[in-house]
């Protein structure tokens, strides 16, 4: 998946903003918190997975535990090719959905709408 990939695909979910930190890493947030990094020329990704995927998924070839992020049940895509890019999509998707759950209540009903109807997440 590359940088312009990710963009596209999270350009119209509520709330979210991207930008680069640590000089080269390429990172989605909603309310302020990350739900994806990836560098700024692509290949690997990192996201947040639910808390009872996390050894599941970190187990799969081509996946482990976030570097300083799998305590909070991160995972890394560092083969990306060997997934559909249909799954990776989803994955992202839960990682928006699992963040934009924690944030206040206030901040989650200013946002609007989630999850958006599938018409609109194509």
Known sequence: MTPRQ??????????VTMDVKWGHELVFSVGGKMFLVMPM???????????????????????????????????????????????????IHTAYGLVRARLTKKLQRELGEWPLPEEKRK
């Open 41 to 91: 020329e692509g290949g690997r990704l990192a996201f947040k997975v639910p808390d009872e995927r996390f050894l599941e998924l970190s187990d799969q070839p081509g996946i482990i535990a976030a570097p300083y992020l799998a305590r909070a049940r991160w995972v890394s895509v560092v083969e990306p090719q060997r997934f559909a890019t249909r799954e990776l999509h989803e994955h």
């Open 6 to 15: 990710a963009e596209l695909l999270c350009a119209g979910w509520p709330g």
